[in-house]
């Protein structure tokens, strides 16, 4: 394998010559956003890639898009536990329901937890 040649075109930009002989362009994370990716950040770029591709390109280029992932990630998070404590509030399961009858208290924490990632990814994932 020889040297590769990196070439920098107008709008500043480095490129790389392959060994195919195509140009690719040299992308790399801006130092310090190099964030660990969730759940929800995972879903929110497959939708991205998938239906708002021009939008994906563009956040991928310009080297934001881990950052913007790592940022829905943890807002999809802090909503999702926002919402897990509204609904326990709502439907009385308390501490006391989990001391008393534990098979009721797991159901009911499955099904609002269920309910909640539902909401998320509805509102903040696929939008």
Same mark, same amino acid.
């Given at each position: 394998m020889g040297k590769l040649e990196k070439v920098i075109v107008e709008n500043g930009i480095t490129y790389v010559l392959g060994e195919d002989?195509?140009?690719?362009?040299?992308?790399?994370?801006?130092?310090? =956003?190099?964030?660990?990716i969730g759940k929800y950040g995972h879903m929110r770029c497959e939708y991205l890639k998938e239906f708002r591709h021009r939008y994906y390109m563009e956040l991928l280029l310009e080297g934001k898009l881990n950052e913007y992932l790592h940022e829905v990630d943890e807002e999809c998070y802090e909503m999702l536990d926002r919402l897990v404590e509204q609904m326990k509030v709502k439907q009385g399961v =308390?501490?006391?329901?989990k001391a008393e009858n534990q098979m009721l208290w797991v159901g009911n924490m499955n099904n609002i937890i269920a309910c909640a990632e539902e909401i998320v990814v509805r509102e903040v994932v696929y939008v």
């Open positions: 002989d195509i140009y690719y362009p040299d992308l790399q994370l801006t130092r310090g =956003t190099n964030y660990n =308390t501490e006391q329901l």
